[in-house]
């Protein structure tokens, strides 16, 4: 079984190679709980089980225009780590080009995430 920072060190490269969907696939719990700073039109701000997460992640890549990422971490603390994420992306409904900064807090339990809480300043992802 892997151990929380094994958790983190993976879904760190994974993510940084591109591959969100494969991620979720290999470290994230059936019974997974996404919380995020604010409500995402048509989602919601909690969203619970891999489907939900899987159609939040396909909303957020057809809905904005990704030029390019970095993903820095795991910093972990006992069962949890953060990732830091940075995305240079335009949202498809306002053509404005931004970044992003975020921090996601993922709790590991039986070798699986099992809640990723993100963290980020409204004004940047409105």
């Known amino acids: 079984m892997?151990?929380?920072?094994?958790?983190?060190k993976e879904l760190?490269?994974?993510c940084q190679q591109g591959k969100n969907p494969e991620a979720i696939?290999?470290?994230?719990?059936?019974?997974?709980?996404?919380?995020?700073?604010?409500a995402m039109p048509n989602i919601g701000q909690t969203q619970q089980?891999?489907?939900?997460?899987?159609?939040?992640?396909?909303?957020?890549m057809?809905?904005?225009?990704?030029?390019?990422?970095?993903?820095?971490?795991?910093?972990?603390n006992g069962d949890q780590f953060i990732a830091h994420f940075t995305y240079d992306v335009t949202p498809?409904?306002?053509g404005k080009r931004m970044t992003m900064d975020e921090m996601g807090l993922y709790t590991v339990e039986n070798g699986k995430i099992?809640?990723?809480?993100?963290?980020?300043?409204?004004?940047?992802?409105s």
């Open 2 to 8: 892997m151990s929380a920072m094994e958790i983190g």
């Open 12 to 14: 760190v490269k994974l």
């Open 25 to 38: 696939d290999k470290l994230y719990s059936p019974n997974i709980v996404s919380v995020e700073a604010a």
């Open 49 to 60: 089980g891999i489907e939900a997460i899987k159609g939040k992640n396909t909303w957020w």
């Open 62 to 76: 057809e809905n904005h225009e990704v030029h390019g990422g970095e993903v820095k971490g795991p910093y972990p």
């Open 92 to 94: 498809k409904h306002t």
């Open 114 to 125: 099992t809640k990723e809480q993100f963290f980020y300043s409204m004004g940047e992802c």
